[in-house]
């Protein structure tokens, strides 16, 4: 059997790594391209992206996965981000899987948001709701079992 292909010639955010389509590039390592996005919802709003294709965060190997985390970390400095202001820094590390989940770009890509105030950035639209004590019980143990099997 082939092994699959790391790149795809088809793919948008492959041609950027390529350097086929221009990007402004902000950091790179052997694992992975960080670059601004293009309709920023905050001033150095950063997409992370491993140098592998794969749609979903399950395509990818663990040895992309691994270099994502640090390099955000490293971003998250480079934008100041770690610094808190009076009105509250933070920022969100946003990563959507299918289009029913707002995925509209097929290549795994990490969002950083800097949130420095309560106009820019991510927003909050989540169902949050009370739990069954319960029914969080029984999810948990189900999910424990299939990870030990
Ligand atoms: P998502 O909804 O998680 O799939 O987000 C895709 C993101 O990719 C959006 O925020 C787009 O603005 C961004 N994007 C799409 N094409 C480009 C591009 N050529 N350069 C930079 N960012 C892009
Ligand atoms: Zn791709």
């Not at 086929?20 to 997409?47: N, R």
Request: aromatic fraction near 8%.
């Amino acid at each position: 059997m082939s092994s699959p292909a790391i790149l795809d010639a088809s793919c948008i955010f492959c041609k950027i790594i390529k350097g086929e389509i221009p990007s402004f590039k902000v950091y790179e390592t052997k694992y992975s391209y960080s670059f601004l996005d293009i309709e920023p919802t905050a001033e150095g709003h950063i997409l992370i992206i491993p140098k592998y294709h794969g749609a979903k965060l399950h395509n990818i190997p663990d040895e992309y996965l691994a270099d994502i985390l640090p390099v955000t970390k490293k971003l998250v400095k480079a934008l100041g981000l770690e610094i808190e202001s009076p009105e509250g820094t933070g920022y969100n590390v946003l990563q959507n899987n299918g289009r029913i989940a707002h995925q509209f770009v097929d290549h795994v890509h990490f969002h950083l948001i800097p949130k420095r105030n309560a106009e820019e950035g991510l927003y909050e639209g989540w169902p949050a709701k009370k739990a069954d004590m319960g029914e969080l019980k029984k999810i948990a143990d189900d999910l424990v079992k299939k990870l030990d099997e």
